[in-house]
């Protein structure tokens, strides 16, 4: 422990002599208080909340990565390069004490620049409500929806469904011999799934789609539920507002008596912009006894066009928004700990350039790697079993930086991020995918000629 120790500090000592850790740290201590004044959003107290905190932490996050990226991949290949390494070796030190050196010592400088500019964000977010002269409206929307922690459900998608009824439609065009011949059968497929999976989204007019949403649990009966939609259409509106009816509560109850209910239907009639996200606030007492709720959106004769309720969620309060922030921080630390570990890995039998931008294009398609894993995942046949075998594996060692593994989204729409979510992500991200890196790095390191015996 204590070589490892030992060379974490000279690594940590490297670190802070090299100019690009002295250009991030000045960049971040003149750039967020800056953007912390001049950044307004759309103009509203939640807008400029959003904005500041959204480019803050992408960011901090950025400048951190990319200084992880070459701490990482320049210490151990300079000391090669620079036969350094040589009095090292020398002493009694095991070569994977040399690695796990290197390794800690990057993590810890991360671990210190992370919290000072995690704190700093943290600060200037909380002031800026005090120096803003927002009105009371503004300050209460930025209460409920920015600084809180909100848990949001979903109703997943019935992919087997939109399958098999995307496979009825490709038999009956092939039986009838109305399949496109310039068209693969993969593609006729891809095609028909989407258009299977766009059907069970609409809602034609004079029509009633429901949501169902089970084990809504509130901590407090007074709080405020919160649907989130946006509207897509098959015609757009001249005005580019959809009319729709949303009825909150237990729809069960949509079978029996007004007088039988026994708990209240909230029915909010309004008019919105086509594809512009919504909040409708519903007060909790709707949830029935067993924690289901239903959300029914009902499109009435006034909007002549099919319409298409997307992202249909309900949001309910589960969290403060102080230890939000901090499971976000630790999600972005793991990022940084992934990095750390491919940039050390990479330099045991890479050169520092070729480790660079080799690290550097795994994080690149890391922050695509949700995009890459969804374009192949209807993908069926020989092209498929390729997939399988060859490129999946290889994505899956991707790091999850996008989607939900994307921190800034948590804070800008006030969403939870559950312990079991951060967890999960460590587990993988840590203990799996930086933990075969280091190995990897070690067995590499161990087993290589750092210098030739000359006679």
Known sequence: MHSVWAVARNTIAQALRMKVAAVVIILLMVLLPMMSTILVGDGTLQGKLQTFVSYGLSLM???????????????????????????????PISRFQIVLGKLCGVLILDAVLLVIFAVVIYTLTMFI?????????QVKQAADEFFTARAALAVPEDKTEIEQQAWEVYRKLRDSGQLPPEMTSDRVLSELKGH??????????????????????????????FVRFKYEVAVTPIDDKIHGVWEVGDTRQFQAGVGAWKTPIARVMRSDATRTMIEIEIPASVIADDGFVGVAFYNPSLNETTVIPEDVELLYRAGTFTANYLRVIMLIALRLVFLAALGVSASTWLSFPVAFLAAVAVFLLGMISGFIAESFEYVGGISGLLYDFTIKPLVWMLPRLDGDYNPTRFMVMGRLLSWGFLAQACAIMVFVKAGILTVFGIWVFSNREIAKTVV
């Open 196 to 225: 299977q999976r766009m059907l069970s989204r609409s809602v034609p007019v004079n029509a009633r789609k429901v949501w169902e949403f089970q084990n809504v649990r509130v901590r407090d009966p007074h709080e405020k539920l």
């Open 61 to 91: 996050t950025m400048l951190l990565c990319i200084l992880t990226i070459a701490i990482s991949t320049y210490t151990l290949s300079n000391d090669l390069r620079r036969k350094h390494i040589f009095m090292i070796v020398t002493k």
């Open 129 to 137: 409500p005090r120096l803003a002269d927002a009105p009371e409206v």
